[in-house]
């Protein structure tokens, strides 16, 4: 059982970058999916997830409007699209799969914004 993700890099502010989580082991579609991030110094904070149910989706009102989450079920893939990249967008991004009682974490990738 593996979560893997992509896609990160270094992008001007305004940028735009796509991150990718891609499971292996268990179907994604299941389970609940969430990316984090965390910045140096701070806090790990929720950035957006996407319902196993119904396909609803949640953001950080930080990221609102320029990230979107979506699945990519024929490849058991969850994507989040960012958009209007911004400084305070530096961290290392990490997706996760939830289901109970299982819970699954990506290594994680870095985005840097730069300005």
């Known amino acids: 059982v593996q979560l893997v993700e992509s896609g990160g890099g270094l992008v001007q502010a305004g940028g735009s970058l796509r991150l990718s989580c891609a499971a292996s082991?268990?179907?994604?579609?299941?389970?609940?999916i969430g990316w984090f991030r965390q910045a140096p110094g701070k806090e790990p904070e929720g950035v957006a997830c996407?319902?196993?149910?119904?396909?609803?989706?949640y953001y950080a009102d930080s990221v609102k409007g320029r990230f979107t989450i979506s699945r990519g079920n024929a490849k058991n893939t969850v994507y989040l699209q960012m958009n209007s990249l911004q400084p305070e967008d530096t961290a290392v991004y990490y997706c996760?799969?939830?289901?109970?009682?299982?819970?699954?974490w990506g290594q994680g990738t870095q985005v840097t914004v730069s300005s």
């Open positions: 996407i319902s196993s149910s119904d396909g609803r989706t």
């Open positions: 082991g268990f179907t994604i579609e299941n389970y609940a």
């Open positions: 996760n799969a939830y289901r109970w009682p299982s819970h699954y």
